[in-house]
């Protein structure tokens, strides 16, 4: 999900990096002494997570965990996210400075949504396991799709770009790095099966995110179940 500098147009990056600097200023005003922990934790798994790559051919797959993430500290993990992509930007390379708060947005925002479905009445009757499941699938879903929209509507050749990444992300909960499968395809001849290979791996891990945030959960509830209370 990390947009490097320089790939957006400057009224994209300037608008969604606006909205980003508004929620994090809200999530630092709001986050409370004892949630600082909790937050730094999330950071922590954030970081790792991202930095824990699955290479395969140009590409790599990597989990991201928003979901969890933002069931676990709310409006607080845009706290945490962006001290992780600030260090993932400064340390190695991932994203951009200039694409930090387009970065931001794309990922903590998905993780603050996934903690107010969570608390819909409806989503909380369903079972136990594909709730922790829709947790975690829904956190990449909604990456996606803020991805997609940014893309969309920041350059005209991105336009099929962002359709092709949308239609790779939300059948998989595990995130491919490279935007692109299909500007691989129209890049050089010799990247077309490279492009149809990563699109056939990506349909065996669409489901890695919601599984792994499933045990994930399922074990924070059985160890510490207190943090899991009135979430």
């Known amino acids: 999900m990390h947009i490097a500098d320089g790939v957006l147009t400057f009224e994209a990056t300037a608008i969604v990096s606006a909205i980003s600097a508004v929620a994090l200023y809200k999530a630092i005003k709001e986050l409370k002494n004892e949630d600082i922990s909790l937050t730094a934790v999330a950071s922590a798994m954030f970081f790792i997570a991202s930095f824990i790559h699955i290479p395969f051919g140009v590409t790599q797959i990597h989990l991201i965990l928003l979901g969890v993430i933002g069931l676990l500290i709310s409006w607080s993990s845009f706290v945490a996210i962006f001290?992780?992509?600030?260090?993932?930007?400064?340390?190695?390379?991932?994203?951009?400075i200039t694409s930090l708060g387009v970065?931001?947005?794309?990922?903590?925002?998905?993780?603050?949504?996934?903690?107010?479905?969570?608390?819909?009445?409806i989503f909380s009757k369903i079972n136990e396991k594909v709730r922790f499941f829709l947790i975690g699938f829904l956190g990449t879903f909604f990456a996606t799709l803020f991805l997609v929209l940014i893309l969309?509507?920041?350059?005209?050749?991105?336009e099929w770009a962002a359709y092709s990444k949308f239609t790779v992300n939300i059948l998989y909960a595990a995130h491919s790095y490279s935007v692109l499968v299909l500007i691989l395809y129209f890049s050089k001849t010799e990247y077309e099966w490279a492009a149809y290979s990563i699109f056939t791996v990506n349909l065996f891990t669409m489901t890695i995110e919601g599984f792994v945030s499933m045990f994930l959960l399922m074990f924070i509830k059985k160890v510490y179940p207190k943090i899991l209370e009135n979430k």
Do not use: D, R
Not at 83 to 96: H, M, P, R
Not at 152 to 158: A, G, L, P
């Open 103 to 121: 970065n931001l947005f794309v990922m903590a925002t998905p993780a603050v949504i996934v903690y107010y479905i969570n608390k819909n009445e």
């Open 83 to 96: 001290i992780a992509l600030l260090l993932q930007a400064l340390l190695l390379g991932y994203g951009g």
């Open 152 to 158: 969309y509507f920041s350059k005209t050749e991105y």
